[in-house]
């Protein structure tokens, strides 16, 4: 069958995970650079992001955006020097570090040339969302973003998919979600009434439509010609 909707993950779907991490190394060495900060400095920075990020109730979403500045609080011991410093050299290293997923950028294009509508729902902040659209030069061809921050919650939460869908206003049984974690992209879109893409290793289950590990066999999926 073919589909009128497509849905993309972000993390590990579009953007590489890997590089995701390179981003966070490179924030640290520049910050200890500038601020002579000891050895272990990035692994005690990911671990008070990791406690901040446990430390959520269920599905409730909790803003990277407030995990970093948390996790940089505690490498300084509560002083940090000024957040719009630190920010920057941030964002720097994540825009510097940050890579798509190959093949991600043109089976996006290739899908976004066809008659469907093409969404975002991902588990991110949404200003970072459309920044790696932006970044990519894939914002064009997205109809519709739907983050985890906006919503409030994070998959396989229902709420992320029917408002993905409520935005979209067509049947679930007529879309697909393209993922790379199988509990919160593959069982959660199937769950919702959505076909699923199992994208990788770690998205692989009983519950997927889909796997595909190269995106050059996405658009025949979304065409119905597979």
Do not use: N
């Not at 739907?146 to 919503?151: F, R």
Request: aromatic share 10%; charged share 30%.
């Amino acid at each position: 069958m073919s589909y009128d909707a497509v849905f993309f993950d972000l993390g590990g779907v579009l953007v590489e995970l890997r590089s995701i991490r390179e981003g966070y190394a490179l924030f640290i060495d520049r910050l200890a650079a500038e601020h002579d900060l000891p050895s272990d400095a990035l692994d005690r920075w990911k671990s008070a992001l990791g406690d901040y990020f446990r430390g959520r109730e269920g599905t409730e979403y909790r803003t990277a955006r407030e995990g970093y500045r948390v996790a940089t609080r505690e490498l300084f011991d509560g002083s940090p020097p000024p957040e719009s410093t630190w920010r920057e050299t941030f964002e720097a290293a994540s825009e510097e570090t940050a890579r798509p997923v190959d093949g991600a950028v043109e089976a996006i294009h290739a899908v976004a040339s066809e008659d469907t509508h093409v969404g975002v729902v991902s588990d991110i902040d949404t200003d970072r969302a459309h920044g790696l659209l932006d970044q990519f030069g894939v914002a064009g061809c997205f109809d519709a973003v739907t983050t985890s921050e906006a919503v409030g919650y994070t998959k396989p939460d229902p709420r992320m998919y029917d408002t993905a869908l409520d935005t979209w206003g067509g049947d679930p049984a007529d879309a697909v979600m393209v993922g790379d974690r199988y509990e919160h992209d593959v069982a959660g879109a199937v769950d919702a009434g959505l076909d699923a893409v199992a994208f990788g290793p770690d998205a692989r289950g009983p519950k997927a439509t889909y796997e595909i590990s190269d995106f050059r066999k996405l658009p025949d999926i979304v065409r119905g010609t597979r």
